[in-house]
Nanobody, 125 residues
């Protein structure tokens, strides 16, 4: 089992940057694909991106490409989401999640077994 705790959210002006962190406890962090999702008020949870076990590959939603970067430090059991050029439409609660690497559909929230509690990101215009 994996416990996940996000941090780093806050209020930022449009065009600014934030780096979210997700610290994992439990066993075998490096055996999980780590994903980031977000949920804005009144909207469904949506995929932001994910990173493979050793960080060799990343996958991003179109809305995140070119602006967001996911990285991980398996020695520190932490995954990061660097967000640049933030827009008001990026305002949401951001969640990290963990799943086993088997199968496909890495953008599907239902495929992720473990979730953090979320951290609020608010981008002002």
């Amino acid at each position: 089992q994996v416990q996940l705790v996000e941090s780093g959210g806050g209020l930022v002006q449009a065009g600014g940057s934030l780096r979210l962190s997700c610290a994992a406890s439990g066993r075998a962090f490096s055996s999980y694909v780590m994903g980031w999702f977000r949920q804005a008020p009144g909207k469904e949870r949506e995929f932001v991106g994910c990173i493979t076990l050793s960080g060799e590959r990343t996958l991003y939603a179109d809305s995140a490409k070119g602006r967001f970067t996911i990285s991980r430090d398996n020695a520190q059991n932490t995954v990061y989401l660097q967000m640049n050029s933030l827009k008001p439409e990026d305002t949401a609660v951001y969640y990290c999640a963990a799943r086993r690497p088997f199968g496909t559909h890495y953008s599907y929230a239902d495929e992720y077994a473990y979730w953090g509690q979320g951290t609020q990101v608010t981008v002002s215009s």
